[in-house]
């Protein structure tokens, strides 16, 4: 695949513009791997974070959502209370067309490349199997299958983070933790929104459901008794609580203008396009944001737990923390008068100057 827009200088002072530590470019003929592992921050520990790969339209594109991505691994692993860094990869391509056990071989190799210092695991466009050829070539790698002594796959703890988080946001809002008949939509149905959407409707919700691939949507729908929704016209829906799980970005100037919920909880990474103005924004409107690196942080609660000796019952007890820890963050900022996403980092940046 040709990847436009080369990434053009200035990366050293993203780099130290985010608190980036260290960034790794890598690149093979053989297999056609092209992709980028940034370390954020190791100050409490090796950086652990997923691999995405992802038909990235430009290498600028890619360099920035793993800049993002590894600097949101940091204060995620900070506030869950792990002893973890931040880090994240990208492997620039279409995982449906362009992976291969070789590319995954070849990355794991450069994973390895790099002593421990960064650890990865699943993210999107990846799966437990792919994370097996990788932890061919490098110990450095969690979320392997439970069949080869690993924690499998992460996302229905996640999920269940999502849901703590939500009812959290709910008890906040309304008084009341229970989602029973309330209206969600939950983007994104894939591997943590599919899990949502199980928690979502044993609770009685009434759960919309959107996403791009079509027969996937189909498979839920059936399952769960979900109401499919197609198109942009889901930002204009009247809804109690938004749950993006799909990519990030999705809450921006022009869907705030549109959404008429009132809690805003979902898994994707990187929700607010822009971190102050939309945070701000979604103060200005009386909405509730549940902060993503805080409510999605159950798979990295599992895979933690993988590095010293699986257990998901604990996995699952820590997640539930989530729920205390969210309810203690909106009441924060409600008292302070700050946005909840600043409230959160403030708590996640004080635990890591206290380890310093
Ligand atoms: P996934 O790839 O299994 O699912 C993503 C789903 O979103 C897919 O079904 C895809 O078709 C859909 N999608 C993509 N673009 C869309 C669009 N524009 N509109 C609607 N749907 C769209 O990924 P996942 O593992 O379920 O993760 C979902 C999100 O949660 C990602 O942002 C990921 O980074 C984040 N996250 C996942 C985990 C985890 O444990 N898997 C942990 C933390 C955060």
Redesign the pocket.
Known sequence: MEVKNKISGAVISKMEMMGHEQILFCTDEETGLKAIIAIHDTTLGPALG?T?MWDYTSEAEALQDVLR?SRGMTFKAAISGLNLGGGKAVIIGDANTEKTEALMRKFGEYVDSLGGKYITA????MNTKDMEYVREMTKHVTGIPESMGGSG???P??AYGVYMGMKASAKFKWGSDSLKGKKILV????????NLVKHTTEEGSKVYI????VS?LEKVSEMYGAEIIMGDSIYDMDMDIYAP????ATVNTNTLNRLKCDIIA????NQLEDELVHAEMVKEKGLIYAP?FLI?????INVYSEINGYNREKSLEQTKKIYNTTLEILLKADAEDITTHEAALIIAQQRIQDHK
């Open positions: 997923g995405r991505l699943e993210d999107v466009g796959d992460p996302s703890v996640t983007q994104g149905v894939g591997n943590v929104g599919e959107t996403d791009i691939n996937k799980c799909a990519l990030g979902g898994a994707a990474n993503d999605n942080a159950g798979g990295l």
